[in-house]
């Protein structure tokens, strides 16, 4: 995948500070060599239409009753020919993604904002500083109040890092209950991101007498409580205390120092039972996909929107290209002894890095006499497991899917909201900070739940990445993953020991 010359012009370097709690953004945009010279010192605002078509405006104002952006700039147009300054008007509908340097004024008009930040706020600044590729980013977080008080449950489309990878994802809400009928959760943005929510709702299936539902992909099932594993073994040694119960001691064994995408296998043995089996899967991904996708942010720089919107107008092909980076670090593939050998079950997929997600894998029927065997094949360092248990799997059922009933921001209801988060509307937008309160009535009888969220996001830029700007890195990226995840192992390792205290330290208290 390359990228003319032409399209690499415009560059934008932000500076953020915060003061207590005031947030103040300058930047500098530096212009492609046809276009108009523009003043550092004035805020400025970059729209990229739906059409392709790129508008800089100096001075400008947003409408919300018209739905309009109003403003003086530079109109740029696909292959990014300048035109004469001018007043132009901007229809909401016709706006794909905004760059700015005064957020403040973006924010709240429901676009998806993207910014280069050459500063992070005081909260930020040790941990970022010190490890740029370790800094806190999260798609949509979910919080519920349950025995532990308030507790990450769920995050959202965590591999959507484009409109053009727009996902449905579904997470167990392991441990979550309603109060006096309603299940109340929590939607945060606690990183330097725009999130795009198309469309929420609570999954609700009847739960057992003695177990739980489990969740293959689109399929639900009834079946009693895990039972552990009596083998787990890995070339680390043994990790049996580590996955045979929920209890956040989770199984991560060290990326490769030569490649980052080398496999490893962890074996597991059960006591066989009677009837139909499945393997429940808790867990998450470690911060290796996530140092990936900065640097390929890094190698962006000022240009990354550009890169997404010509990822966006590529169209699904080149949503495949992109796919095809994150298939080589790949999903933990299930696998089970059968009379043939070992045969490939299933797999478990959750790209997040925060919330452990619950899965299952439905084991074939007719295996051999005695203990059941699996394999788990996986890619060093990229995984996070918290439990392996075999489940004896009842009925399959169909879960009801809820809307919501009331969206609050800020302790007040806000319908336009609401409006979105069903789907009855735009995407509802979610800036760094944003906080909403989500109440869902929920069925009556013991229900386990599950989290179905669509949408995608964009990362915003962070400005340690810049001096690392290298379109040829990108382009090798998509030519030859293979290799830029070799190329990349040293400095992975580099950071791989304090990576996630560091990204903790740097996650935005909204």
Same mark, same amino acid.
């Given at each position: 995948m390359t990228v003319p010359q032409r399209l690499l012009g415009p560059s934008l370097l932000c500076l953020l500070a915060v003061t207590g709690c005031v947030t103040l953004w300058r930047a500098q945009f530096a212009k492609p060599s046809d276009a108009v010279a523009l003043d550092a010192s004035a805020p400025f605002l970059k729209a990229h239409?739906?059409?392709?078509?790129?508008?800089? =405006?100096?001075?400008?104002?947003?409408?919300?009753?018209?739905? $309009?952006?109003?403003?003086?700039?530079?109109?740029?147009?696909?292959?990014?020919?300048?035109?004469?300054?001018?007043?132009?008007?901007?229809?909401?509908?016709? +706006?794909?993604?905004?760059?700015?340097?005064?957020?403040?004024? +973006?924010?709240?008009? #429901?676009?998806?904002?993207?910014? +280069?930040?050459?500063?992070?706020?005081v909260g930020l600044a040790a941990a970022c500083l010190s490890s740029p590729k370790s800094?806190?980013?999260?798609? !949509?977080?979910?919080?519920?109040?349950?025995?532990?008080?308030?507790?990450? $449950?769920?995050?959202?489309?965590?591999?959507?890092v484009a409109r053009s990878l727009e996902t449905t994802d579904v997470d167990a809400l392991a441990g979550v209950e309603p109060a006096q009928g309603v299940l109340h959760l929590t939607m945060k943005n606690e990183a330097l991101e725009s999130h795009a929510i198309r469309r929420l709702a609570v999954l609700a299936a009847p739960r057992p007498e003695h177990g739980r539902v489990y969740r293959d992909g689109a399929h639900y099932? #009834?079946?009693?409580?895990?039972?552990?594993?009596?083998?787990?073994?890995?070339?680390?040694?043994?990790?049996?205390?580590?996955?045979?119960?929920?209890?956040?001691?989770?199984?991560?064994?060290?990326?490769? !120092?030569?490649?980052?995408?080398?496999r490893e296998t962890v074996r597991l043995r059960f006591p066989r039972g009677e009837g139909p089996r499945g393997?429940? $899967?808790?867990?998450?991904?470690? =911060?290796?996909?996530?140092? +990936? =996708?900065?640097?390929?942010?890094?190698?962006?720089?000022?240009?990354?929107?550009?890169?997404l919107m010509a990822l966006d107008r590529g169209g699904p092909a080149a949503a495949q290209r992109l796919a095809e980076v994150g298939a080589l670090l790949g999903d933990v593939e299930v696998w089970v002894k059968t009379a043939r050998g070992f045969e490939r079950a299933g797999r478990f997929s959750e790209q997040g890095p925060i919330s452990r997600d619950e899965q299952l894998v439905r084991l074939p029927d007719g295996l051999p006499a005695g203990d059941v065997e699996l394999e788990l094949r996986l890619t060093k360092g990229h995984w996070k497991l918290d439990q392996l248990g075999l489940v004896a799997l009842g009925r399959e059922v169909v879960p009801v899917a809820l809307a919501p009933s009331q969206v609050r921001r800020g302790g007040v209801a806000d319908a336009e909201a609401l409006r979105r988060i069903r789907g009855e509307g735009p995407r509802l937008i979610s800036n760094t900070g944003d906080v909403w309160e989500l109440d869902f009535p929920v069925p009556g009888g013991p229900q386990d739940y599950f989290l179905e969220a669509r949408g995608?996001?964009?990362?915003?830029?962070?400005?340690?990445?810049? !001096?690392?700007?290298?379109?040829?890195?990108?382009?090798?990226?998509?030519?030859?993953?293979?290799?830029?995840?070799?190329?990349?192992? !040293?400095?992975?390792?580099? $950071?791989?020991?304090?990576?996630?205290? =560091?990204?903790? #330290?740097?996650?935005?208290?909204?």
């Open positions: 239409l739906e059409s392709g078509d790129l508008y800089v =405006l100096t001075q400008w104002t947003i409408d919300p009753e018209a739905r $309009v952006i109003r403003g003086e700039g530079i109109r740029y147009d696909l292959e990014r020919r300048a035109e004469p300054r001018a007043q132009h008007t901007l229809g909401f509908d016709e +706006v794909a993604l905004v760059e700015t340097n005064a957020p403040h004024q +973006v924010v709240k008009s #429901q676009f998806v904002v993207m910014g +280069v930040l050459t500063a992070v706020n800094c806190f980013g999260s798609c !949509p977080t979910f919080y519920a109040t349950t025995a532990g008080g308030e507790t990450i $449950v769920a995050e959202g489309f965590s591999q959507a099932f #009834q079946g009693e409580f895990p039972a552990a594993p009596t083998a787990c073994t890995s070339a680390a040694g043994d990790c049996l205390a580590a996955v045979s119960k929920a209890d956040a001691l989770e199984y991560h064994s060290a990326a490769d !120092p030569a490649d980052l995408a080398t393997l429940l $899967v808790r867990g998450r991904a470690s =911060l290796l996909t996530t140092f +990936v =996708l900065y640097q390929a942010l890094a190698w962006m720089g000022t240009q990354a929107d550009e890169w995608y996001y964009h990362e915003w830029i962070r400005g340690q990445w810049l !001096p690392e700007q290298d379109p040829d890195k990108v382009a090798r990226l998509f030519a030859d993953p293979g290799g830029t995840l070799r190329a990349l192992a !040293p400095a992975f390792k580099q $950071v791989e020991p304090e990576i996630d205290r =560091l990204f903790e #330290q740097s996650r935005i208290a909204p």
